[in-house]
């Protein structure tokens, strides 16, 4: 039985773990979940509807981005991922960007998202889901006020930039699970619309291109 991700494309979840198998090697096919059809991920999870879901070799269903990393860095060929003795900044790295740096970039992500939706109740469906969480409107504002999160976004980046202005990649020479982690949001971003992510930061354009020839090496 071969390896599953379930995704959706732009998750920046789904996508960093995507890289983190990239860059191991590992042999694996993408299930593109459909926004409002998630049957075979809630027969084959028990009821969980979030992606990335990661079907392992065995058939061991692992749910949760930061679960499926840590098991994909405990094997042989992931442990290059978090070289010790880096564990530390680097987890603290992967929390940062699926924290903080998620809170802004998915809010300049989300509307061009939504009507990227092929049907018009994925599209009312995606909105739906903000908006119980986020309140009424919350995606038409976040496109509204995209220019004041794109200021807060470069904000929070531009220790990052500085580190990738003197190095190839976040911890050094060699990728790590913090690049993996900063790739997922430049995806989301880039999946979006591609005008966005050299709008947010331009070199981040580079480095994603710089860890996706790495991860095909
Ligand atoms: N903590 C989870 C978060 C996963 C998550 O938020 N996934 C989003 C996509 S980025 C999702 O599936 N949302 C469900 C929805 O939009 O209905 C993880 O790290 O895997």
């Not at 692992?62 to 564990?87: K, W």
């Not at 809170?103 to 995606?126: E, H, K, M, N, Q």
């Not at 500085?162 to 999946?191: H, Q, V, W």
């Amino acid at each position: 039985m071969g390896m599953k991700l379930y995704r959706f494309r732009y998750s920046p979840y789904a996508r960093k773990v995507q890289m983190v198998l990239d860059l191991m090697g590992q042999t694996y096919d993408t299930v593109e979940v459909a926004y409002s059809d998630r049957n075979e991920l809630a027969r084959v999870t028990g009821g969980y509807i979030q992606v990335p879901v990661l079907v392992d070799d065995d058939g061991t269903v692992v749910t949760e981005s930061r679960a499926i990393c840590e098991r994909l860095v405990a094997t042989a060929r992931g442990a290059r991922l978090v070289p010790s003795p880096l564990d530390g900044p680097i987890w603290a790295y992967h929390d940062f960007v699926d924290g903080a740096l998620e809170d802004v970039l998915f809010r300049i992500a989300s509307p061009a998202v939504r009507d990227a939706w092929p049907t018009p109740g994925d599209r009312a469906l995606y909105a739906f889901v903000k908006e119980r969480k986020f309140g009424a409107g919350c995606v038409d504002a976040w496109q509204r006020d995209q220019a004041d999160l794109i200021t807060r976004a470069r904000h929070l980046l531009a220790p990052s930039l500085r580190t990738l202005s003197a190095r190839p990649f976040l911890f050094g020479d060699t990728p790590t699970l913090a690049d993996a982690s900063l790739y997922g949001n430049c995806k989301m971003i880039e999946e979006a619309d591609t005008r966005l992510l050299p709008r947010v930061a331009e070199p981040l354009v580079d480095f994603s291109r710089r860890l996706e020839a790495a991860a095909a090496a």
